[in-house]
């Protein structure tokens, strides 16, 4: 099991159970520490530079509920936080899983969107990605270009550069390429 490990090595070890395992897993390592130790081990790991990291630490932090609520409700003012937080809130105060992302504002989902698509960039496979394509809030693609290119995530020009090679549509992914070289190049 994953139980004596960090919670960053617990998340890696959960990245490819199924979801019912992984919660699992969160409830035996969460199970050998103090409420407060893990809360912050997990929200650490999520300020990590993995995304899926991220993810899974706002998951794992749905197996612990209440007690987390106070240190998730202090890291909706980190900017990479900040969306999972407030879906994470969200539910916790009840609101359907399928509409939460209904509290984030459109630069908000737009974030996320990019954070997700790195998360699969990295660990995914690239029909997935291709399929975070079509799941974007935006209704065309170059709309979403547009506002992909002035969210500010870090990751922005590597998941537009493997979406446009993971891209099977030749004139999409060429201006994939171009929105990737735009802001690389800080046009």
């Given at each position: ?5 960090s919670a960053e090595d617990m ?114 496979e690239t029909d997935m990605l ?58």
């Amino acid at each position: 099991g994953n139980i004596e490990q960090s919670a960053e090595d617990m998340l890696r070890g959960c990245a490819q159970l199924r979801p019912n395992a992984a919660r699992a897993e969160y409830r035996a390592w969460l199970a050998a520490r103090t409420v407060g130790g893990a809360v912050g081990q997990l929200l650490d790991a999520a300020r990590g530079d993995d995304a899926l990291l991220r993810g899974l630490a706002f998951e794992a932090l749905r197996v612990v509920g209440a007690p987390a609520e106070h240190e998730v409700r202090a890291v909706v003012a980190e900017p990479a936080l900040r969306p999972y937080a407030l879906l994470w809130l969200a539910e916790y105060d009840g609101v359907d899983p399928e509409d939460a992302h209904e509290v984030l504002t459109r630069e908000e989902a737009t974030w996320l969107w990019v954070d997700t698509a790195a998360a699969v960039a990295d660990h995914g496979e690239t029909d997935m990605l291709v399929r975070h394509l079509e799941a974007a809030v935006q209704p065309t693609v170059p709309a979403l270009l547009e506002e992909v290119r002035s969210v500010g995530h870090p990751r922005t020009v590597q998941v537009l550069v493997a979406l446009a090679a993971a891209h099977p549509d030749p004139a999409l992914a060429k201006a994939v390429r171009r929105a990737a070289f735009q802001v690389h190049t800080g046009g």
